[in-house]
């Protein structure tokens, strides 16, 4: 049986505007959610994240360096998240592979240190409108997935699938649309574990939408971008999970 997983990604949003976020999802969320919830915090403030969040909010980063140490200026390794408090940490994510040219091996050896320091990578991809209006998003996120995964068990990884259409511009895939992708996914994963792998569904998902998204087969939570930066709209959605 799979825990669904709600996590906030907040972006380059600091706590500067979001000084109130935990005592206000505390009020909102009155009894612990059986389901995970995380959110993935820029890095200076995992610490502090870390050290007030409830017992059931985990913590993650927002992405990782591909080395473990050395002479890396800017880079953090995943075992430095996981020792500020970190239990997941989000790996190539459509604006890191874009702002940052990161490919799909990056992502995959990303997501092996996320592993080796014992976090959970929550591996992003997901298609273009281009590429969704040329009939080819299946066939790219299939070649990202099993180009970006790291050889571990399914129950080690979580992926989410985010259409970039549909990031941060209100325009949500379908629920259809987005559990025929899930499904695909979960079909393509190369082990035949492939039940246990945990499918996250991120674009534009807001209160109005979580509960009709999450209630899909294979749809497994959610990665929320702009609704988690609100107590409230993140606590409602995460009160829609399954
Ligand atoms: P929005 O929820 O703001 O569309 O962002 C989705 C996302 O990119 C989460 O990683």
Request: hydrophobic share 40%.
């Amino acid at each position: 049986m799979r825990r669904a997983l709600i996590a906030g990604n907040w972006k380059l949003h600091g706590l500067q505007e979001n000084q109130s976020w935990i005592p206000a999802l505390e009020t909102a969320v009155t009894t612990p959610p059986s389901n995970d919830v995380a959110v993935c915090v820029p890095a200076t403030l995992i610490t502090t994240m870390a050290q007030t969040a409830p017992d059931w909010l985990s913590v993650g980063g927002q992405d990782c360096s591909v080395h473990e140490k050395g002479a890396h200026t800017g880079e953090i390794s995943a075992r430095m998240l996981a020792d500020a408090g970190c239990s997941y940490v989000i790996v190539g994510h459509s604006e890191r592979r874009a702002d940052h040219g990161e490919t799909d091996a990056v992502v995959k050896a990303k997501a092996e240190r996320a592993l080796e320091a014992g976090l959970t990578p929550i591996i992003c991809l997901g298609e273009s409108l281009g590429e969704r209006d040329a009939g080819n998003a299946e066939d790219v996120c299939r070649d990202q997935l099993l180009a970006s995964i790291p050889e571990a068990p399914a129950a080690k990884v979580v992926i989410a699938y985010e259409p970039i259409w549909a990031i941060g511009t209100g325009r949500t895939a379908t629920a259809q649309q987005a559990q025929d992708m899930h499904e695909i996914l979960r079909q393509a994963w190369p082990g035949d574990d492939h039940d246990a792998l945990r499918l996250l569904y991120g674009g534009s998902v807001k209160p109005a939408n979580a509960a009709e998204l999450l209630a899909q087969r294979d749809i497994d939570g959610a990665l929320v971008g702009g609704a988690s930066l609100d107590a409230e709209s993140f606590a409602s959605i995460i009160a829609s999970a399954k």
